[in-house]
């Protein structure tokens, strides 16, 4: 079992920066590639990133490449998105995973690989 916990999250303008963390707690933490997935008002929830369970491999979404950065501290039991160049389109709930033990690469961007979530944070960017 892991059981996660996002934090970070706010309001802040186009092209402004926010840091999210996702604290988990278990002792298998290590164990699991861990992703960051968003929802907006009315969409379908979405991928944005992923990162391998000892961190030296990460995966984007098109649309956040370049400008999130996913990393991930396996004493602190810890995961973190570094937004930068943040826009209106970037406004969601964002929720961090934990994935099914032994999910490679070519599926980490589905959700239905993840089997613990966080109850999510809000970013809001504002124009």
């Known amino acids: 079992q892991v059981q996660l916990v996002e934090s970070g999250g706010g309001l802040v303008q186009a092209g402004g920066s926010l840091r999210l963390s996702c604290a988990a707690s278990g002792r298998t933490f290590s164990d699991h590639t861990m992703g960051w997935f968003r929802q907006a008002p009315g969409k379908e929830r979405e991928f944005v990133a992923a990162i391998s369970r000892s961190g030296g491999t990460t995966k984007y979404a098109d649309s956040v490449k370049g400008r999130f950065i996913m990393s991930r501290d396996n004493v602190k039991n810890t995961v973190y998105l570094q937004m930068n160049s943040l826009n209106p389109g970037d406004t969601a709930v964002y929720s961090c995973?934990?994935?099914?033990?032994?999910?490679?690469?070519?599926?980490?961007?589905?959700?239905?690989?993840?089997?613990?979530w966080g109850q999510g944070t809000q970013v809001t960017v504002s124009s």
């Open positions: 995973a934990a994935a099914r033990v032994g999910t490679i690469w070519s599926s980490w961007s589905f959700k239905t690989n993840y089997d613990y």
